[in-house]
């Protein structure tokens, strides 16, 4: 009922970043695109087989040092059901060995629609008299524009099997502010949804003060990144932006606390693509997503006061 | 690049319903669920096979006097990948028997995941050199609380491809007020939504005048809904809270224009369900759907003017 699974993990791995797990199987390396397609031709099932091959050599090359994985659920949905097949296969590899994982799926709906995903994404199924897990990701992100019927039937699962979520207030994108900038009476929108993501977390436990309900605060807003840290004590942070969408260390500083806790910042394209950026052979990839893992790591832990 | 599919379905039917399939395997005729766990067990492969056997009865049921099926994505994802095989095959049964597909999944990300999203639940998804058909569906539910950045994709899919979208504008549920009903300077958040629907619609041509984004209004707010239609003349209404939810056929009325045109009215639970509330024997589930889909169809078409 609080994220302190995920914080004891990133304190374990002195790393408050995650590894944002995107593939968009065009921009994978070659070698693993054409294996598969020599194997079952140019199909889904060829697909599954590349999300699979990449998925599990970046979870290899990072799962010692990096504490949590992001798999985004549309690059997964738009390959059919294979590719979600694909995505249960990477959630569960990456459980056993160890990471905390959260599902980026931006789910928002009314209430006995968000008891389903809650049920999907994070708790168990009842078929018959026993209970099945369908995905069993340890948090999910949620769009709660429906308002707190979106978030109840999820903060019961929360409680009941120790997961979290993360609900967006300000994201990293340029057009971001047209509706979450909005000024009512002195508090935008995505304060708002701040407050509320302290009002639905109250009398939660948890050792290090912050709940169950975590917020998604982008990387690109520097300032309200930052304001938001102070304006929401109990409300744990899921930073996108950094890297490939132009957020750096100095960005996400403020999204810390004193202790250097209280956020965790995501970098998908360039730890997946990061042998581009360093100009090594495609067959390099995994262990240069370990090499610019360990530089985010290092770059962010020395801008804060994470021991 | 217009919603003039789907509304020459609503006038060859004579029909502006929708039948929401949600299926809960917990609902469903118990002889459905009995007979898929005599030959799968308690299985994801077993509630695969319910989902396939109830929404195929329902369809074989509907076809030919309902225009159009939303089925709601969380009911197939709490079954994992077997439940999303599920919806393929819901969708690509209704699309083989003429119907419009409204895939209900309120999808929203920054620009390139939404990329994805249109991709895979619209239009198609390219594997070495081919394009693949993901989901397939006619329109897509959208949560824009991201901004424009999550339209841009799916416009250009929707214009390319003869698609539509319908964005979250004043949902159905009890506390969609606490962000939606937020006024800003003499204009609410969910008309600043629905005022956002009608500038991403621009320019597009339709026989009917109406664009490719349409918007989400519900029939619980008759009031709000009769405003939005004389406010968003270029913009189709996907009316869901109808049945099970509370609205009833007065309530709707007002999201039709002068020629009964202009929205389609969703019910899931009432039509899915209809055996319970008429009290016939659960083998007749798919006849009592049928007769309460055309109980209401002649309900709303009694108070609107579609010819």
């Given at each position: 009922?609080?994220?302190?699974?995920?914080?004891?993990?990133?304190?374990?791995?002195?790393n408050?970043?995650?590894?944002?797990?995107?593939?968009?199987?065009?921009?994978?390396?070659?070698?693993?695109?054409?294996?598969?397609?020599?194997?079952?031709?140019?199909?889904?099932?060829?697909?599954?087989?590349?999300?699979?091959v990449?998925?599990?050599?970046?979870?290899?090359?990072?799962?010692?040092?990096?504490?949590?994985?992001?798999?985004?659920?549309?690059?997964?949905?738009?390959?059919?059901?294979?590719?979600?097949?694909?995505?249960?296969?990477?959630?569960?590899?990456?459980?056993?060995?160890?990471?905390?994982?959260i599902t980026?799926?931006?789910?928002?709906?009314?209430g006995?629609?968000?008891?389903?995903?809650?049920?999907?994404?994070?708790?168990?199924?009842?078929?018959?008299?026993?209970?099945?897990?369908a995905?069993?990701?340890?948090?999910l992100?949620?769009?709660?524009?429906?308002?707190?019927?979106a978030?109840a039937?999820?903060?019961?699962?929360?409680?009941?099997?120790?997961?979290?979520?993360?609900?967006?207030?300000?994201?990293?994108?340029?057009?971001?502010?047209?509706?979450?900038?909005?000024?009512?009476?002195?508090?935008?929108?995505y304060?708002t949804?701040?407050?509320?993501?302290?009002?639905?977390?109250?009398?939660?436990?948890?050792?290090?003060?912050?709940?169950?309900?975590?917020?998604?605060?982008?990387?690109?807003?520097?300032?309200?990144?930052?304001?938001?840290?102070?304006?929401?004590?109990?409300?744990?942070?899921?930073?996108?932006?950094?890297?490939?969408?132009?957020?750096?260390?100095?960005?996400?500083?403020?999204?810390?606390?004193?202790?250097?806790?209280?956020?965790?910042?995501?970098s998908?394209?360039?730890?997946?693509?990061?042998?581009?950026?360093?100009?090594r052979?495609?067959?390099?990839?995994?262990?240069?997503?370990?090499?610019?893992?360990?530089?985010?790591?290092?770059?962010?832990?020395?801008?804060?006061?994470?021991?």
């Amino acid at each position: 009922m609080s994220f302190d699974r995920l914080i004891k993990k990133i304190i374990e791995t002195k790393n408050p970043s995650v590894a944002g797990l995107d593939p968009d199987i065009m921009q994978i390396p070659a070698f693993i695109r054409e294996s598969a397609i020599r194997e079952y031709g140019e199909t889904f099932e060829a697909a599954e087989q590349m999300l699979i091959v990449f998925n599990t050599a970046l979870i290899d090359a990072l799962y010692d040092i990096v504490p949590a994985i992001k798999p985004q659920a549309a690059f997964y949905e738009m390959y059919g059901w294979h590719g979600v097949r694909a995505l249960k296969y990477t959630i569960d590899y990456a459980k056993s060995l160890g990471m905390f994982v959260i599902t980026d799926a931006k789910r928002g709906d009314i209430g006995s629609t968000m008891d389903a995903y809650a049920k999907g994404h994070l708790g168990t199924t009842k078929i018959g008299r026993s209970e099945h897990t369908a995905f069993g990701a340890d948090a999910l992100t949620v769009n709660a524009y429906l308002g707190s019927d979106a978030i109840a039937p999820l903060s019961e699962i929360c409680k009941a099997q120790d997961k979290g979520v993360f609900v967006l207030c300000k994201t990293s994108n340029k057009s971001s502010g047209e509706l979450q900038d909005i000024d009512v009476s002195g508090r935008t929108i995505y304060e708002t949804m701040g407050d509320l993501c302290e009002t639905w977390g109250e009398g939660t436990d948890s050792e290090y003060g912050y709940s169950h309900i975590g917020a998604v605060v982008g990387a690109t807003y520097p300032q309200q990144l930052s304001d938001m840290r102070k304006r929401l004590p109990h409300t744990f942070f899921l930073v996108p932006g950094y890297g490939a969408q132009g957020g750096g260390a100095a960005d996400v500083a403020g999204g810390f606390d004193e202790n250097g806790l209280g956020a965790i910042v995501n970098s998908s394209r360039g730890i997946m693509y990061a042998y581009k950026k360093q100009g090594r052979p495609e067959e390099e990839f995994a262990q240069a997503a370990r090499a610019e893992a360990i530089r985010m790591r290092d770059e962010i832990t020395s801008m804060i006061g994470l021991k």
